[in-house]
Nanobody, 125 residues
Framework: VQLQASGGGLAQAGGSLRLSCAAS????????VGWFRQAPGKEREFVAA????????FHADSVKDRFTISRDNTKNSVYLQMNSLKVEDTAVYYC???????????????????WGQGTEVTVSS
């Protein structure tokens, strides 16, 4: 499975962006998918995750009520709608896929099966 993240860019604080993670080369609907982010000088951190069916989602406390993860298996895509952006949301955002949702939610990045290349989000004040 190959993952392609897109949708990053420059936004003002309080604004919105929508990230997409498009999958190819495999049975995407078999995988849970998560979003992670890495700010300069910081470790990669968990942002949100969604089960293979889309019925179960998790969001980090730092983004809860502002970000929403969703997926459309007919389009082999997962999305991250980011609203009420803050300067501290500035980071490179990565999508990752794995059969085990719990591995994604626990942020065990070294065990995740597939990663996208990252898309940069910059939020200005």
């Amino acid at each position: 499975v190959q993952l392609q993240a897109s949708g990053g860019g420059l936004a003002q604080a309080g604004g919105s962006l929508r990230l997409s993670c498009a999958a190819s080369g495999g049975p995407f609907s078999n995988y849970a998918v998560g979003w992670f982010r890495q700010a300069p000088g910081k470790e990669r951190e968990f942002v949100a995750a969604i089960s293979w069916s889309g019925e179960i989602t998790f969001h980090a406390d730092s983004v809860k009520d502002r970000f929403t993860i969703s997926r459309d298996n007919t389009k082999n895509s997962v999305y991250l709608q980011m609203n009420s952006l803050k300067v501290e949301d500035t980071a490179v955002y990565y999508c990752a896929a794995d059969r085990a949702l719990r591995t994604i939610v626990r942020g065990i990045t070294q065990d995740l099966s597939y990663w996208g290349q990252g898309t940069e989000v910059t939020v200005s004040s």
